[in-house]
């Protein structure tokens, strides 16, 4: 059973406040990854940048210090940026409707939000405006325990095994898996994990809401209720090609490291190791047939890449173990895990002795019997919602408890 942490709160959609709600208008106006409008996000507020874009009038270079912050961009380059930005205004829906976009189950988090995984940070000018996301879980709990798992579409039945064998075993672990929702090698993660009631993240190139392909529904549907759908299109955006190419950087940011199982020479996954490698994380592959053509592309990122050869689940775990947190939260927390979490599936479960007294408190507050929510459990343990967050976050990562309905509850194989 997977100890992968989901959310301590997703009942009730955070606010959107200004900043938040022109980071939304964002996601409708502009593809993600524009280079100009990340360097303008790095300097101006998002509701300026969007009032510029309203009113067609660029902000002061003098403010935005385009030369420092655009680099060969000009100001002839941000007038274009501007103007393809303005054409998408009369589809942009007013703000109740931005804001409505942020029910049934789906919500925005925004750079600065307690769930916002700091990880993309690393993506620079290229960090999303802010991501939709479906879903139970809490995308900056799962993402310091994660393995983006990709191939290709077109998978063998031996690709399909080997990633179903390796994704359930991460999820076992306690390692949330990362993929793109698509047919064969994605679907096979998603459902790896999943099969082992661990956190999958399938990270879309449409909306949230817009499943495709459209033989996923289902698929999408379990996700959800287990881990997250994400994207950094608005929810009711079509699939387009090159989509599928620019969220690969969100797939490779968002995990500790990348594992290719089955690629052809010209496969998208490819682009998703070359975003890996980009970002100096470990690239992995898992060798096929020589005389496979879905493995070829494997076999070439491990020769001329430099990607670390792996079969099974524990030869990604040793690689990735010393790049993985299991508290994500804790201010100045430590780097290395607790002794706890250094414990094999094969042993016995962590001990509560290993806690320390915050997470001790909380541990104690939750019902015996049935969920609490993340500001019951506050106050009855008698810390600050900091504290709580920062410690259900570990117990989860732990094994102690889960995310239910009602917020948290324990775990039912958790011991005293």
């Known amino acids: ?79 274009r940026a501007l103007a393809r930005w303005r054409v998408r205004l009369p589809k942009l829906p007013a703000d109740a409707g931005i804001a409505d976009a942020s029910r049934d189950g789906i919500r925005l988090v925004c750079p600065g939000d307690a769930e916002w995984p700091s990880v993309l940070d690393q993506l620079g000018p290229a960090r999303p405006y802010a991501l939709w996301l479906r879903g139970n879980a809490d995308l900056r709990f799962a993402c310091p325990r994660s393995v983006s798992v990709v191939g290709s579409r077109a998978a063998t039945s031996y690709g399909v095994h080997v990633t179903g064998e390796i994704a359930a075993d991460l999820g076992e672990r306690g390692w949330a898996v990362v993929s793109g929702g698509a047919y064969g090698i994605d679907a096979a993660a998603h459902r790896g994990a999943l099969a082992a009631e661990g956190v999958t993240i399938a990270v879309l190139a449409c909306g949230v809401d817009y499943p495709y392909p459209a033989g996923h529904a289902d698929l999408f549907a379990a996700i959800c209720a287990q881990g997250l759908v994400v994207s950094e299109w608005p929810p009711g955006s079509r699939p387009a090609r090159t989509r599928f190419l620019t969220r690969n950087r969100v797939i490779a940011a968002l995990a500790c490291g990348t594992v290719i199982v089955e690629a052809g020479e010209r496969s998208g996954a490819l682009n998703t190791a070359r975003h890996a490698a980009d970002l100096g994380k470990p690239l992995m592959a898992v060798p096929g047939p020589v005389t496979s053509a879905q493995s070829a592309g494997c076999h070439r990122i491990i020769r001329e890449w430099s990607a670390t050869c792996v079969t099974r689940a524990a030869e990604i775990i040793e690689m990735l173990s010393p790049l993985s947190t299991p508290d994500p939260l804790a201010p100045g927390g430590s780097p290395q895990p607790s002794r706890a979490v250094m414990l094999s599936p094969d042993d016995d479960a962590p001990c509560r002795d290993d806690l320390d007294a915050d997470c001790a408190r909380v541990l104690d507050a939750l019902p015996a019997r049935g969920g609490a929510g993340t500001s019951t459990i506050a106050v009855e343990a008698g810390v600050d919602l900091d504290t709580v967050l920062r410690c259900l976050g570990q117990l989860a990562s732990l094994g102690f408890i889960e995310r239910c309905d009602r917020g948290w509850r324990l775990r039912r194989h958790s011991r005293s």
């Open 1 to 79: 059973m997977s100890g992968a942490p989901r959310s301590p709160g997703l009942a009730s959609p955070r606010p959107l406040g200004e900043v938040r709600l022109a980071r939304a208008a964002l996601t409708y106006l502009a593809e993600p990854g524009d280079p100009v409008l990340g360097a303008l996000l790095a300097v101006c507020d998002p509701a300026e940048v969007l009032a510029a874009i309203k009113a067609d009038t660029p902000p002061e270079v003098s403010q935005i210090g385009l030369a420092g912050q655009i680099g060969r961009a000009s100001r002839a380059a941000l007038g």
